[in-house]
């Protein structure tokens, strides 16, 4: 079945260690998209991609890093700079169509110890 | 910052149905409405859009007014699996990002 991957689901780091929250789907989405999910709040914009080698920065980029080196993968990464890095983070693809939507995955839970 | 507005929170008893309202005041004409739901700890799933005529699919209807400034997502038997919050995301352009909003919480009463 055709979907977005994200692994882990769940994942703990240490204060002042980079970790990299994977995203991976296989519908042949030209864009992807991360995003941040607090407690209680809506999703906010981290990343987005919309072709292969190239990427734009969301509201919150401060913190983060991406690449887009294939179709299928937008890997994210949390950098020490991201001074608040405990949250749930979702991945999304759409295809650069007027009119579709977006797919998102299960999401990554990071939590910093 | 979003562009539509919802109530924070709705209650709805367990097989009545479930209206959710939305207002996009300055959505322009060739934006769309979609409709996104997320339940607790999971990834938003698609649920509906439309432009200007009603949407039914098999799981929910989407009424758009005449003048387009606001619509409402309709949940015709609702289940206490509708338990959720429910996005109203009006689509800029074809190229661009979506902005998601707070949403409205849906509590489906037993």
């Known amino acids: 079945d055709g979907g977005i991957t994200q692994s882990p689901k769940y994942l703990f780091r240490k204060e002042g260690q980079n970790v990299t929250l994977s995203c991976e789907q296989n519908l042949n989405h030209d864009a992807m998209y991360w995003y941040r999910q607090d407690p209680g709040q809506g999703l906010r914009l981290i990343y987005y991609?919309?072709?292969?080698?190239?990427?734009q920065k969301g509201d919150i980029a401060e913190g983060y890093s991406v690449s887009r080196e294939k179709k299928e993968s937008f890997p994210l990464t949390v950098t020490s700079a991201q001074k608040n890095p405990t949250a749930f983070y979702l991945c999304?693809?759409?295809?650069?169509?007027?009119?579709?939507?977006?797919?998102f995955g299960s999401g990554t839970r990071l939590t910093v110890v | 910052d979003a562009k539509t507005t919802q109530p924070p929170s709705m209650d709805c008893a367990e097989g009545r149905a479930a209206n959710l309202p939305c207002n996009h005041s300055t959505i322009s004409g060739n934006e769309y409405v979609y409709w996104y739901r997320q339940i607790h700890s999971q990834g938003p799933q698609y649920i509906i859009h439309g432009l200007k005529n009603n949407e039914t699919n098999e799981m929910a209807s989407l009424i758009i007014t005449e003048d387009r400034k606001s619509s409402t997502l309709i949940l015709p038997h609702a289940t206490l699996r509708d338990t959720a919050v429910y996005y109203c995301?009006?689509?800029?352009?074809?190229?661009?990002?979506?902005?998601f909003g707070k949403g409205t919480r849906l509590h489906i009463l037993p």
């Open positions: 991609s919309q072709i292969v080698n190239d990427f």
């Open positions: 999304a693809s759409m295809n650069n169509g007027f009119n579709y939507g977006y797919t």
């Open positions: 995301i009006v689509r800029m352009n074809r190229d661009d990002k979506i902005i």
